[in-house]
Each structure stands twice: as C-alpha cells, then as structure tokens.
C-alpha cells in the first residue's frame, strides 16, 4: 500500500514539474499526473471537481492521457 501511494506522491510531483516546464497551469498538471498515476479518465473527472478545474483543463488532460493510452498501448 505504501508503494502506491509513495508512487502516486512521485508522480503528481513530476507531472507538475513536467507542465511548470511546459508552461500549463497547475490544475491541467495535477490532472494530467492524476489521470497517468490513477486510472485515466475517471480520475481526471473527479479531480477537476475538487481541484475546480476549467473545462479545457479538462479537455486538455482527458485528450493527453487518451493520447497517451492510445500511444503506449
């Protein structure tokens, strides 16, 4: 259990330094590292309602982790 927490810490912490560098907002960063540590889609939908995200971070993120998906898998 500490693994996958120690995981999803690690990986909200570089999707977050990944959009500082790529200049996207926080929000669309949290989402995007929520969505690659969690389980895609239906993480990015219930982190945009407690995070308050925009529709197009959303958008955004939805489309960069099926894109993801669509290319790793």
């Known amino acids: 259990m500490?693994?996958?927490k120690s995981g999803v810490k690690w990986?909200?912490?570089?999707?977050i330094l990944a959009g500082w560098?790529?200049?996207v907002t926080e929000n669309t960063?949290?989402?995007?590292?929520?969505?690659t540590?969690?389980?895609g889609g239906t993480a990015i939908?219930?982190?945009s309602r407690?995070?308050?995200a925009k529709e197009e971070?959303?958008?955004?993120?939805?489309?960069a982790i099926f894109l993801f998906a669509g290319y790793i898998g």
């Open 2 to 4: 500490s693994e996958t």
């Open 11 to 15: 990986g909200k912490a570089l999707a």
């Open 21 to 23: 560098k790529l200049g």
């Open 29 to 35: 960063s949290v989402l995007v590292g929520g969505g």
């Open 37 to 39: 540590c969690i389980c």
């Open 45 to 47: 939908a219930t982190l």
């Open 50 to 52: 407690i995070i308050k």
């Open 57 to 63: 971070e959303i958008a955004f993120a939805m489309a």
